[in-house]
């Protein structure tokens, strides 16, 4: 079992930066693909960014990409999403999610963390 916990939302001024954290348990966390997906009022889940185990495979969605950062310390147990250059649109709610490396869905997900960007 893996239970996530997702910090570092909160509001902030458009062009601001914010740093999200997605802390796991247990002792298995490199063998897990670890997404960051956000969701908006009245919108459909989006996948923002995603990373492998090993580090490597980034994956950024287009309205994101050369603003936000994903990066992972296996030795922590932890991912993060570096989100530089905020927008209003980034308003969201942002989830972070596990998936075991042969798995095709989802096995483990946060339960989210508010991001407000003010314009």
């Known amino acids: 079992q893996v239970q996530l916990v997702e910090s570092g939302g909160g509001l902030v001024q458009a062009g601001g930066s914010l740093r999200l954290s997605c802390a796991a348990s247990?002792?298995?966390?490199?063998?897990?693909?670890m997404d960051w997906f956000r969701q908006a009022p009245g919108k459909e889940r989006e996948l923002v960014a995603a990373?492998?185990?090993?580090?490597?495979?980034?994956y950024y969605a287009d309205s994101v990409k050369g603003r936000f950062t994903i990066s992972r310390d296996n030795a922590k147990n932890s991912v993060y999403l570096q989100m530089n250059s905020l927008k209003p649109e980034d308003t969201a709610v942002y989830y972070c999610?596990?998936?075991?490396?042969?798995?095709?869905?989802?096995?483990?997900w946060g339960q989210g963390t508010q991001v407000t960007v003010s314009s």
């Open positions: 999610a596990a998936r075991y490396y042969s798995n095709y869905e989802y096995d483990y």
């Open positions: 990373i492998r185990g090993s580090g490597g495979n980034i």
């Open positions: 247990g002792r298995t966390f490199s063998s897990y693909a």
